[in-house]
């Protein structure tokens, strides 16, 4: 049977080939791409690396452990990257420009900012010392934790401690050292970030303690993650303010003698423990804002007035105004609620939800466009990927998808074409396009070279001009303006309308008549509302405010309707369109950093374009997988098998970019009559290609049958070949395909079922299963809040000769109650398998749980469709079946100031639930009804700031006939 299968693999695989991937090799960078659209910037990127590379060897006096392998892709329309140094050193690159909304990114070249943020990750990770050097000697490298084997935990904190750090950790000491190895242009000396606090001052709102900022404030927020990098600058600035960048250096640098944790590291260097200097840090930043905002007073504040009360919208897009219905169209997400686009009414205030956003942004939700001769909405989904156009209807609320992964935002309409302008991003390159009527395909217009990119379009009343915000490789922005005429002719000639330096002009458009454009600015500090005057060729202040006024919309009249930002988002209202003669100025924490400690203005790592890199280059052609193979763990292990504990021995090997893998588990129960010798020894194989993946087991064994009544492991032997594909990856709406095929041998017990003998000692099996789903959730949600999911299983076994085919239907469906966070589900399966009900190999089993006390797969097992709480393990049994489930959903209990750093709980969360099964409908005798009633709770807790535990508690009580069928208590803790 093995020969058999390992034939049908063999031939299988050797015509399987992955994309062909290129690669730049250096002594110290493996840079991997793959695409020939991508070469132009692989020079530049690799003499970036080097640049910081050898700025940061002198800077932090570091030695890489190893290279680090890079990947370039163009996965999404914005830069991003990411950054680990475990198992390797491993950097990831999103070369798409910059998200300016907001001024949370700057306009500097982005190629170097990345390298000077992600190498800080790197570095933060990959320091050791001789006791780490010797763990990771030992145990083959630098240990990355798996559930399958938990004591893992253990090896990685020995091989790389520092990777224990919050988030906040990370990002607060790459984005203080990206803004001064840039000369001062990043979020350390941000207006955005200054605003953020000031607000929170302002409105006194609850500034985060150090707990807290990871158990709700990176949860619930309507910034959500974004809080990791604003805090954690924030406190960095706060400490270099205070104590100097020497400490601050020495806290994160690791070297002999230190402690190992982050928090005991920081009571070392700063002789107090973290949450006090936190607290003082508190106290400190009200005070410093208190005295930003009477500077901004020592002149009249802006008078405004809400459009919506107190309600606030979290983040929003652009809006505009339907002049007949007196109605504002806007994008909104805010905790609590899914993404949507929403019509305000300007005479009551009130909010209507006209469609959902999929994929909306944190910032700036969709870019849209407001038609209001055709009473349609043109907006943007999938706002972190390749972006959607879409359409909705507002008379009928109907949307629809007209071009999928356009790659275009920063929409503007044209008044009289009715084409939609827009900027593409594609390959690291921005590219003016038009899409016409009837919107199925778009025209590129014209392409800026890399480092310059446009944003925040807005056309002309009469049509004829363009403006938009321009960014330069250098970091200075400016508001131009374009000549659609021009553009046609695929020219990009433009007039400087405004040299804003360092600041975004942000949100300019036009008034209605034309004679004006209105925008945003930081310019002195604080985001106000600026107007230019093009017969004057002049700008001038028209809002004084103490937060931040955004996206203006001028009206007809002597009113405008701006944007407030507030503690918990944003709130549309009216300002008067006037313009004012002096607003003040206000300090930024960073500048007080480069006041007192100038010596920061000269980390700064050169020019990338003097790195000689032709000389460095060792080698540069197709990338190949087999010769980037690498050892990455060894390490001693315990498995369970029957009852018995088994020491063993893990290993794994890996290429640079983990898309080829193999790793192997040997273990042995020792001693004892309880098990045969041909029982004790235990292995497992698991080779990985691409998508496919062979496994081999031998006496299966599992660490958490050492734990609880659920068991895994299994005797007797098993080959199988395993491929899995996403047929759509368009998050949340997924489509996965999965394949098994292979055979057991020497069998006692169902593999699937722990509870019911093999009829035969071996059999063959064939797995098609095919899921799709669709399921959204709000800012602040745990699980799913709204959608629907459907999974079909064909199971069939061949055992004797004789197939036992299976088919199995699943459809979950689940919508969104009025109270936010909580949810209601209908889960449903049915399967049927037309053979003898005595054969075990054609019936389906049902029964319990199925959580271990001690776990690591999904703690809400209930949902599954061959559980049952409430009766035994696989009690229940037939060979057709139909079960139906409803589920409620309540909110979570988020923690804000309980546990230490160290050890804190995250929320709790609570699940009511009520099923009916019926199996074997086509004979009466055998027929089976069985119902239960039942509860579950989930409290995450996490572990040394990154190991993610979930303790579960349970029971079930269930009914047959009328009569007591069981009842269950589930007590389980999920490790990872």
Excluded at 175 to 198: I, K, P, Q
Excluded at 727 to 750: H, Q
Aim: charged share 20%; hydrophobic share 40%.
């Amino acid at each position: 049977m093995l020969k058999r299968i390992f034939v049908f693999w063999f031939i299988i695989i050797i015509g399987v080939q992955a994309q062909q991937l290129q690669q730049l090799k250096t002594a110290d960078l493996n840079l991997i791409y793959y695409s020939s659209a991508h070469q132009y910037i692989i020079p530049h990127l690799a003499r970036c690396y080097t640049n910081t590379l050898n700025f940061y060897h002198d800077f932090w006096q570091w030695d890489p452990y190893e290279p680090v392998s890079m990947f370039l892709e163009d996965f999404g329309d914005w830069a991003n990257g990411g950054a680990t140094a475990v198992p390797r050193n491993f950097i990831y690159i999103s070369m798409a420009p910059y998200l300016y909304v907001f001024e949370v990114a700057f306009a500097n070249e982005r190629m170097s900012l990345l390298m000077n943020h992600e190498m800080v990750h790197v570095i933060a990770m990959d320091q050791c010392t001789g006791r780490e050097r010797l763990g990771r000697s030992v145990f083959g490298g630098k240990i990355q934790q798996i559930p399958k084997h938990p004591v893992s935990m253990l090896y990685a904190y020995q091989t790389a401690p520092r990777k224990f750090s919050p988030r906040w950790y990370h990002e607060g000491i790459a984005v203080f050292m990206e803004t001064w190895m840039s000369g001062g242009v990043g979020r350390a000396l941000g207006a955005y970030d200054e605003m953020v606090f000031r607000t929170m001052v302002c409105d006194s709102a609850y500034i985060y303690h150090l707990v807290g900022l990871e158990s709700e404030g990176t949860a619930i927020d309507f910034q959500v993650g974004a809080n990791s990098y604003l805090y954690g600058a924030r406190f960095f600035n706060y400490l270099t303010s205070r104590y100097g960048p020497e400490k601050l250096i020495e806290w994160v640098n690791y070297r002999p003698g230190d402690k190992r944790y982050f928090t005991r590291r920081f009571r070392q260097v700063y002789q107090s423990p973290l949450t006090e200097e936190w607290t003082r840090w508190i106290a400190f930043e009200k005070r410093w804002q208190r005295e930003n905002l009477q500077c901004v007073c020592r002149y009249p504040v802006t008078v405004f007035r809400p459009i919506v009360g107190d309600r606030v919208l979290g983040s929003a897009s652009r809006s505009y105004l339907d002049s007949e219905k007196d109605i504002l169209y806007t994008g909104v997400k805010f905790p609590g609620q899914l993404a949507r686009i929403a019509a305000i009414d300007l005479r009551t205030g009130k909010m209507r939800r006209i469609c959902d956003v999929k994929g909306a942004s944190t910032y700036f939700v969709t870019h849209l466009v407001f038609d209001q001769d055709a009473d349609k909405i043109y907006f943007t989904t999938d706002n972190y990927k390749y972006r959607d156009l879409n359409v909705v209807d507002l008379k009928t609320g109907k949307a629809k998808r007209l071009i999928i992964d356009v790659r275009t935002g920063d929409l503007a309409l044209h008044p009289v074409a009715k084409a939609i302008y827009g900027v593409r991003h594609a390959n690291g390159i921005s590219t003016i396009v038009r899409i016409d009527p009837p919107y199925a395909d778009y025209t590129a217009l014209y392409a800026f070279p890399y480092g310059t990119d446009l944003y925040d379009l807005d056309i002309s009343p009469d049509g004829l001009h363009m403006v938009g915000a321009m960014t330069f490789v250098d970091g200075n922005q400016k508001l131009v303006r374009f000549k659609i005429a021009d553009l046609e002719e695929h020219r990009g000639d433009y007039e400087e309308l405004f040299d804003f330096q360092m600041n975004s002009p942000a949100s300019f458009v036009y008034s209605p008549d034309g004679c004006y454009i209105y925008g945003t600015s930081y310019y002195s500090g604080v985001s106000n509302v600026y107007r230019y005057d093009f017969s004057l060729n002049d700008m001038s202040v028209v809002s004084n405010a103490e937060t931040g006024f955004f996206r203006p919309l001028p009206l007809n009249g002597d009113s405008l309707i701006v944007f407030k930002y507030t503690s918990k988002g944003f709130i549309p209202g009216w300002i008067e369109d006037k313009t004012i003669d002096n607003v003040a100025a206000i300090r930024f924490l960073g500048q007080s950093v480069y006041e007192k400690y100038p010596e920061v203005a000269s980390w700064h790592p050169g020019n990338p374009g003097d790195i000689p890199l032709d000389s460095l280059i060792q080698y540069r052609g197709p990338y190949h997988s087999l010769k980037n193979q690498r050892l990455t763990a060894v390490y001693p292990v315990v498995e369970g098998y029957k009852h018995t504990a088994a020491p063993g021995i893990y290993f794994e090997i890996k290429n640079d970019i983990g898309f080829d893998a193999m790793n192997a588990t040997l273990s042995y129960s020792p001693g004892g009559d309880s098990l045969q010798s041909d029982e004790r020894l235990h292995l497992e194989i698991n080779l990985r290609h691409w998508r496919w993946e062979l496994n081999a087991k031998y006496n299966d064994a599992d660490f958490y049958d050492l734990f609880g009544p659920t068991k895994t492991s299994r005797k007797g032997y098993y080959l199988g070949l395993k491929y899995s594909r996403n047929l759509i990856y368009d998050t949340p709406r997924t489509m996965d395909l999965k394949w098994r095929f292979g055979g057991w041998g020497g069998l006692e017990t169902l593999p699937d079922y722990q509870n019911i003998s093999a009829s035969c000692d071996h059999y063959y099996f064939n797995n098609l299963i095919l899921s799709y789903e669709y399921i959204e959730k709000s800012l602040g949600a745990v699980d799913g809040e709204k959608g629907y999911a459907v999974n079909l299983y064909s199971l069939t076994n061949l055992v004797n000769r004789v197939l036992f085919p299976r088919l199995v239907a699943c459809f979950d469906y689940g919508l969104p109650l009025p109270v936010n966070h909580t949810s209601v589900w209908l889960r449903s399966a049915a399967g049927i398998s037309r053979s003898q009900h005595t054969e075990p190999f054609a019936n389906y089993y049902f029964g319990g749980f199925g959580n271990n006390w001690v776990d690591h797969r999904t703690e809400k097992r209930y949902r599954e469709f061959y559980s049952f709480p409430g009766v035994d393990l696989n009690s229940i049994g037939g060979t057709n079946f139909f079960k139906i489930m409803g589920e409620l959903n309540l909110p979570p209990v988020r923690f804000r100031r309980i546990g230490i750093p160290a050890l804190y709980p995250r929320w709790l969360r609570s699940s009511l639930f009520s099923a009916a099964i019926v199996t074997n409908l086509d004979e009466q005798t055998l027929r089976r009804n069985v119902q239960n009633i039942g509860f579950q709770m989930d409290m995450e807790i996490i572990l040394f700031s990154l190991f993610k535990t979930t303790i579960s508690a349970g029971y079930a009580y269930a009914i047959e006939d009328g009569q007591k069928a069981g009842n269950e208590l589930m007590l389980s803790l999920k490790i990872l």
